[in-house]
């Protein structure tokens, strides 16, 4: 007989290191889960794990194991979810993952609201700016701002995202305002480090595109990090206008080179690919569509960026 039973607590054990803490995250006892995993092992004839008074680890035999039964696990979930969603009632966890910055100024104020909308849901929102994998996290979905790689990832456009070159008026006091790209050579030039093209910023005139090759004394990982340096007065940086239009709105900063656009990029839901995307999953990126979609995002509108 298959010990279908057993395979989310050797999952637990195996996420978690050892029996106490899978059996504080399952709600039972730490006997149950030895006795599980024991029962397992005996049915399979190998052991799953190496034992010590300190520590456990996955053998080879269960590094195999484990592979296969977070699939079963993952399969066994859709299935539920499937059923559940004839209900017409989004339940169970959700993961999510979004820029720490958008996730911050613009997710994280919804979540109320959403949570109120959908009791049946549990939320886990992660905040990263760095690119991982979904499959390889765990994560429901995503939300993700630029050019999509080609993956297997289902995308959902969300909202363009305008960029704009703002400093401030400090700044612009003691170092000059720009006229033509080319002006930007003299200038400190603050950079985001994870655009692909950090240093080298392209800008569409009316005649033609113009590439400039920046330089600065800092370069930062978070968006408002940037934003706070450009306030702070330390020189010219490229802000998305999610970020940006307060601060545009009230005079901190001041747009640069304002004839001059950056080019738009989107914000996308996306997702793995699954045979049915789970109600829970819909819900969100439904909501999300709600609230912050459309072809003129509110932030934009709420500062009046003309962009």
């Given at each position: 007989m298959i010990e279908i039973g057993a395979i989310p607590i050797f999952v637990a054990v195996a996420e978690n290191g050892g029996f106490a803490a899978a059996a504080r995250q399952l709600g039972i006892t730490k006997s149950a889960v030895s006795k599980r995993i024991g029962n397992l092992e005996a049915h399979l004839g190998m052991q799953l794990f190496h034992r010590s008074t300190r520590s456990m680890s996955l053998t080879e035999a269960g590094e195999i194991y484990l592979s296969h039964a977070v699939q079963a696990l993952g399969s066994a979930q859709e299935a539920e979810e499937a059923v559940t969603a004839l209900r017409g009632q989004p339940v169970g966890g959700l993961r999510v993952n979004a820029p720490m910055s958008f996730g911050?100024?613009?997710?994280?104020?919804?979540?109320?609201?959403?949570?109120?909308?959908?009791?049946?849901?549990?939320?886990?929102?992660?905040?990263?700016?760095?690119?991982?994998?979904?499959?390889?996290?765990?994560?429901?979905?995503?939300?993700?701002?630029?050019?999509?790689?080609?993956?297997?990832?289902?995308?959902?456009?969300?909202?363009?995202?305008?960029?704009?070159?703002?400093?401030?008026?400090?700044?612009?006091?003691?170092?000059?305002?720009?006229?033509?790209?080319?002006?930007?050579?003299?200038?400190?030039?603050?950079?985001?480090?994870?655009?692909?093209?950090?240093?080298?910023?392209?800008?569409?005139?009316?005649?033609?595109?113009?590439?400039?090759?920046?330089?600065?004394?800092?370069?930062?990982?978070?968006?408002?990090?940037?934003?706070?340096?450009?306030?702070?007065?330390?020189?010219?940086?490229?802000?998305?206008?999610?970020?940006?239009?307060?601060?545009?709105?009230?005079?901190?900063?001041?747009?640069?080179?304002?004839?001059?656009?950056?080019p738009e990029q989107s914000l996308y839901a996306v997702f793995p690919e699954r045979r049915h995307m789970p109600a829970k999953v819909r819900a969100f990126a439904d909501f999300l569509a709600e609230r912050i979609g459309g072809d003129t995002p509110y932030w934009d509108i709420e500062a009046g960026v003309d962009v």
């Amino acid at each position: 007989m298959i010990e279908i039973g057993a395979i989310p607590i050797f999952v637990a054990v195996a996420e978690n290191g050892g029996f106490a803490a899978a059996a504080r995250q399952l709600g039972i006892t730490k006997s149950a889960v030895s006795k599980r995993i024991g029962n397992l092992e005996a049915h399979l004839g190998m052991q799953l794990f190496h034992r010590s008074t300190r520590s456990m680890s996955l053998t080879e035999a269960g590094e195999i194991y484990l592979s296969h039964a977070v699939q079963a696990l993952g399969s066994a979930q859709e299935a539920e979810e499937a059923v559940t969603a004839l209900r017409g009632q989004p339940v169970g966890g959700l993961r999510v993952n979004a820029p720490m910055s958008f996730g911050l100024l613009h997710v994280a104020p919804l979540i109320k609201e959403f949570l109120e909308r959908h009791p049946g849901i549990t939320l886990d929102l992660n905040m990263d700016d760095r690119v991982s994998d979904l499959v390889e996290a765990g994560v429901d979905m995503a939300i993700r701002a630029g050019i999509l790689p080609d993956s297997a990832l289902i995308a959902r456009k969300l909202a363009p995202i305008h960029s704009v070159l703002a400093a401030s008026p400090e700044y612009l006091s003691q170092a000059g305002t720009p006229r033509y790209p080319e002006d930007l050579l003299q200038h400190s030039c603050l950079h985001y480090s994870y655009s692909r093209d950090a240093r080298e910023w392209t800008l569409c005139g009316p005649n033609d595109e113009i590439s400039v090759r920046t330089k600065g004394k800092m370069r930062v990982n978070n968006s408002q990090a940037l934003c706070t340096a450009l306030i702070d007065g330390l020189g010219i940086g490229r802000l998305p206008t999610f970020v940006a239009s307060p601060h545009l709105a009230a005079g901190r900063l001041v747009r640069v080179l304002p004839a001059y656009s950056l080019p738009e990029q989107s914000l996308y839901a996306v997702f793995p690919e699954r045979r049915h995307m789970p109600a829970k999953v819909r819900a969100f990126a439904d909501f999300l569509a709600e609230r912050i979609g459309g072809d003129t995002p509110y932030w934009d509108i709420e500062a009046g960026v003309d962009v």
